[in-house]
C-alpha cells in the first residue's frame, strides 16, 4: 500500500510540473474585489491561479452585510410571503463559489490569466432572513405580529463569460460579462411566541393554513410555542460584475 501512494505522489508530482512548464511568464494569479456586489452590500473576494496557460482555478467568497432585502434578491418569492402575511424583511448571508476558467487565447499576450474566458462554476449560498409575521385569529379577529426568523441554502452550477485584463505587473481588471446558474434550495421559517401556544386548536389550524401559502408544498409544523415551515425552492441566479485586483 505505501509503494502504491508512494507511486500517486510521484505521478502527481510529474503532471503538475509539466503543466507548470506550459505556463507562461508573468503573473499567474490575482485577488480581486467585485465593485458591482459592493452597491448590494455585498463584500466578493475572489482568488485566481493559472495553473496551464489555458487554464486557470478560481475560489471566491462572498459576504452580505445585514440589512433590507434587495429588490431582485435570487430564489425568493418575496411577493408570496407577503401575500402569506410576511414583512419588514432583512437579510444577511454568505455563498462561496469555486470555478475553473479555460482562456482560449494562443497568442503570447493572451495567456491565463489574461484575456476572454469560459468559466464553469459552482456556488452555494446560506442565507439568514428576519421578517415580522402578522396573524389575524378568526375565533378572537385580534391581529399579532411575530417575530420570525427563516434560513435559505441553496447550491446549484453554471457557466460564465468574462474577460480580464492584466495591466502591468500589479494589476487586474476583471469583467464578469455574464453568467448563469440553477439548483435546488431550501427555505425554514420558524416563528417563536408564547402566543402560539396559547392558540386554540382551530387557531393553530388556521395559523398552518397561512403559512402553508408562504410557498408550494409548504410543510408547516407547530409544536408548543412554535411553528416551523419548510419549503423546497429552485436555487436560480446569475453573475454580472467588474473587479479590480492584484497581480502576482
Known amino acids: 500500500m505505501r509503494t502504491t501512494l508512494q507511486k500517486t505522489i510521484l ?3 510529474v503532471v503538475f510540473f509539466s503543466i ?11 485577488v ?10 455585498n463584500i466578493n473576494l475572489q482568488g485566481e491561479y493559472a495553473f496551464h496557460k ?7 467568497f462572498n459576504f452580505m452585510l445585514p440589512g433590507k432585502l434587495p429588490g431582485a434578491f435570487p430564489s425568493a418569492s418575496t411577493e408570496a410571503l407577503e401575500s402569506a402575511g410576511f414583512k419588514n424583511f432583512s437579510v444577511s448571508g454568505y455563498s462561496f463559489t469555486p470555478e475553473l476558467r479555460f482562456y482560449p487565447g494562443k497568442k503570447d499576450e493572451h495567456q491565463a490569466p489574461h484575456g476572454f474566458y469560459l468559466a464553469p462554476y459552482f456556488r452555494y449560498g446560506k442565507y439568514t432572513f428576519k421578517t415580522d409575521f402578522d396573524f389575524t385569529n378568526e375565533d378572537t379577529g385580534n391581529t399579532d405580529t411575530y417575530k420570525s426568523a427563516f434560513s435559505y441554502g441553496g447550491y446549484g452550477g453554471g457557466l460564465m463569460i468574462g474577460t480580464q485584463w ?4 500589479h494589476f487586474s481588471i ?4 455574464l453568467g448563469g446558474h440553477g439548483g435546488s434550495g431550501n427555505v425554514s421559517i420558524s416563528l417563536t411566541d408564547p402566543a402560539i401556544g396559547d392558540l386554540s386548536a382551530e387557531g393553530k389550524a388556521e395559523l398552518e393554513k397561512e403559512l402553508a401559502e408562504s410557498g408550494k408544498n409548504a410543510t408547516v409544523t407547530i409544536s408548543g410555542d ?3 415551515v419548510k419549503v423546497k425552492t429552485p436555487c436560480m441566479g446569475f ?5 479590480l485586483g492584484f497581480a502576482f
Open 11 to 13: 505521478i502527481a508530482l
Open 20 to 30: 507548470s512548464a506550459n505556463s507562461q511568464d508573468g503573473p499567474k494569479g490575482t
Open 32 to 41: 480581486k474585489l467585485n465593485l458591482f456586489g459592493l452597491a448590494f452590500r
Open 54 to 60: 489555458n487554464f486557470s482555478g478560481c475560489f471566491g
Open 166 to 169: 492584466l495591466i502591468g505587473e
Open 174 to 177: 476583471d469583467w464578469y460579462i
Open 226 to 228: 412554535k411553528a416551523t
Open 239 to 243: 453573475r454580472m460584475g467588474l473587479s
